[in-house]
């Protein structure tokens, strides 16, 4: 997958995107899954975690991060689509 998430800015856009068209409705032509997209989010935050005001910010981000991998596993997309929003609000 194409590192989409470099900057802070970047990982709220494409958050945004994930939660506007996952689990299952991915524009065809960007060939992505879920799993794919929630991969890019963790690699985002590693590459961006410096942005975080703290590093308590970011093992928040992190941890948000997986529990909505997990929630979306789960089939609750809800609840993963809102920790995801939380995750993009952070600073």
């Given at each position: 997958?194409?590192?989409?998430?470099?900057?802070?800015?970047?990982?709220?856009?494409f958050?945004?995107?994930?939660?506007?068209?996952?689990?299952?409705?991915?524009?065809?032509?960007?060939?992505?899954?879920?799993?794919?997209?929630?991969?890019?989010?963790?690699?985002?935050?590693?590459?961006?975690?410096?942005e975080?005001?703290?590093?308590?910010?970011?093992?928040?981000?992190?941890?948000?991060?997986?529990?909505?991998?997990?929630?979306?596993?789960?089939?609750e997309?809800n609840?993963?689509?809102?920790?995801?929003?939380?995750?993009?609000?952070?600073?």
């Amino acid at each position: 997958m194409t590192n989409w998430c470099t900057t802070k800015s970047e990982l709220d856009d494409f958050i945004a995107f994930v939660v506007l068209y996952g689990p299952d409705n991915f524009p065809a032509r960007r060939k992505m899954t879920m799993v794919s997209a929630l991969e890019e989010i963790m690699s985002g935050l590693e590459r961006c975690a410096h942005e975080f005001k703290g590093e308590g910010a970011a093992l928040t981000a992190r941890r948000l991060a997986i529990e909505a991998k997990t929630a979306y596993a789960r089939g609750e997309v809800n609840k993963g689509a809102h920790l995801l929003q939380d995750l993009a609000a952070l600073r």
